[in-house]
């Protein structure tokens, strides 16, 4: 049984920084492509960052050089690191686990099978 739980948002103040965690339980971070996903009120959820098994990593126009995703994978737990946070950063944000190691499209969300319950970010 897989389980991915999001931990780590909250409300900070625009230029200020969060870091979520994803752990997952039941799948092997290493092994498989990891990504985080956020959805703000009135909009479709958009992918943010994700993360191959080999380390290969890709971000979204608006969060690069702010954002970097990791993977713990002793712990099997995934990580997003968010400074220089704007307002417009604001949702719930999605950790996800796909059976594939990598992904043609890190950002395709049918091809995650998992998804954790999501953790909210407001930025003030």
């Known amino acids: 049984h897989v389980q991915l739980v999001e931990s780590g948002g909250g409300s900070v103040q625009a230029g200020g920084s969060l870091r979520l965690s994803c752990a997952a339980s039941?799948?092997?971070?290493?092994?498989?492509?990891m990504g985080w996903f956020r959805q703000a009120p009135g909009k479709e959820r958009e992918g943010v960052a994700a993360?191959?098994?080999?380390?290969?990593?890709i971000y979204a126009v608006s969060v690069e050089g702010r954002f970097a995703i990791s993977k713990d994978n002793a712990k099997t737990t995934l990580h997003l690191q968010m400074n220089n946070l704007k307002p417009e950063d604001t949702g719930m944000y999605y950790c996800?686990?796909?059976?594939?190691?990598?992904?043609?499209?890190?950002?395709?969300?049918?091809?995650?099978?998992?998804w954790g319950q999501g953790t909210q970010v407001t930025v003030s």
């Open positions: 996800a686990a796909a059976y594939a190691a990598s992904l043609d499209d890190g950002f395709g969300q049918d091809e995650y099978n998992f």
């Open positions: 039941g799948i092997a971070a290493s092994d498989h492509c």
């Open positions: 993360i191959d098994s080999d380390g290969s990593t």
